[in-house]
């Protein structure tokens, strides 16, 4: 196995595993893609295959699919590749290569294409639950005593305390219900209900 070295753009590299040995000579095991010296991703090739399309492998695909030319028509997926600014930078790059720079070059950008994950992180919003108006939901905490936690695993597991309940809150009527009930082997329990005018406890 030898290890060859090349090139990307944007500062990368591409490592590729080459099988000089076996049956299937110039067969590609591995690419990695460094950057810096970090890898950003790895992927093990099998099954390499050179030539034309074989029996078992083929770009088209089969009669039997019946696909058409108009895949609007039939669309069950959005991928969101409308506007190049939401591609895979690195998918940018190959299809340049391809459209634009030598065979070589366009084959390595290509095999860094492989295990790119491109994602955007939208930040969600608050949800605005004071505009709500009835919310009810169910609650566990453990809750630890004042500097017992730091007294190693068992100290720890015997200061805390296992805290379950509820909570439901009704703004068209004004009532506010909680119930809470403290640690099982001790049976502390706590219900409060607020209302308009009152407070039971």
Known sequence: ???????????????????????????????????????????????????????????????????TRGPAKAQFAHLGLREAETWSAELLDALHAVRSLPKSFAVLEILGVAGDVNLLVEEPSLPEIWGLPAISFNFEAYLWAGGEASGGAAAASDARSHVNGSLVADQRTGWLSLQAAVDERTGASVSAMLGPQSIVV
């Open 1 to 67: 196995c030898s290890i060859f070295v090349g090139p990307l753009s944007r500062g990368r590299w591409i490592h590729v595993w080459v099988d000089m040995e076996s049956d299937n000579p110039a067969a590609i095991l591995r690419a990695e893609i460094r950057k810096g010296g970090q890898v950003l991703r790895r992927t093990d090739i099998s099954g390499w295959r050179t030539g034309g399309p074989s029996r078992d492998i083929s770009v088209r695909p089969p009669e039997r699919w019946a696909c």
